[in-house]
T-cell receptor, first 111, second 113 residues
Framework: TQLLEQSPQFLSIQEGENLTVYCNSS?????LQWYRQEPGEGPVLLVT?????EVKKLKRLTFQFGDARKDSSLHITAAQPGDTGLYLC???????????FGKGTKLTVNP | GAGVSQTPSNKVTEKGKYVELRCDPI?????LYWYRQSLGQGPEFLIY????????DSGLPNDRFFAVRPEGSVSTLKIQRTERGDSAVYLC???????????FGPGTRLTVL
């Protein structure tokens, strides 16, 4: 099973700041999914990236997939308190329906 | 619209007891998944159902864990002889078809004293 490493583990910033979180693996991803999980809720899918070098934008969130498909980043511009949550990356394990998750980055945006 | 629902939202039990956790998937979704999320960790796959059958149960940690989905809709995760290490949030997800987006429920927080 591929190991997904996320960094940083924790991040606390002020409203209006920019931030980037990372997801890395020693193996090539077939595709990669990013989720946000709020306290007391299940993860919610934000985006799926498939092609090396791909960039996807979702309002203030920019997702990038590395050219070699071994890493991905999530950049948030002008963070807001509503962005607070646990950001998880995950891969659908090849040949199965099994999602493999990283440990996540816990983001706190202070007003 | 109705999402995935899970009951109970919280369950406290004593070591050695038996528990059942229920998942109601989104109507019409044929695929159903169970995951377990321990504190400070991402969700960990337990089992996947396609229709009524368990298509992949490779994530079940041992034979104390069992899950059913008798009519292809509601699923129940059953844990026998609970141990303190079973304490976690148990998440259920469903998707319209295999390979589709997985929609997660809010989870059941299980605490074994």
């Amino acid at each position: 099973t591929q190991l997904l490493e996320q960094s940083p583990q924790f991040l606390s910033i002020q409203e209006g700041e920019n931030l980037t979180v990372y997801c890395n693996s020693s193996s090539v991803f077939s595709s990669l999914q990013w989720y946000r999980q709020e306290p007391g809720e299940g993860p919610v899918l934000l985006v799926t990236v498939v092609t090396g070098g791909e960039v996807k934008k979702l309002k203030r969130l920019t997702f990038q997939f590395g050219d070699a498909r071994k890493d991905s980043s999530l950049h948030i511009t002008a963070a807001q308190p509503g962005d607070t949550g646990l950001y998880l990356c995950a891969e659908l394990q090849g040949g199965s329906e099994k999602l493999v998750f990283g440990k996540g980055t816990k983001l706190t945006v202070n007003p | 619209g109705a999402g995935v629902s899970q009951t109970p939202s919280n369950k406290v039990t004593e070591k050695g007891k038996y528990v059942e956790l229920r998942c109601d998937p989104i109507s019409g979704h044929t695929a159903l998944y169970w995951y377990r999320q321990s504190l400070g960790q991402g969700p960990e796959f337990l089992i996947y159902f396609q229709g009524t059958g368990a298509a992949d149960d490779s994530g079940l940690p041992n034979d104390r864990f069992f899950a059913v989905r008798p009519e292809g809709s509601v699923s129940t995760l059953k844990i026998q002889r609970t141990e303190r290490g079973d304490s976690a949030v148990y998440l259920c997800a469903s998707s319209l078809s295999p390979g589709g987006t997985q929609y997660f429920g809010p989870g059941t927080r299980l605490t074994v004293l």
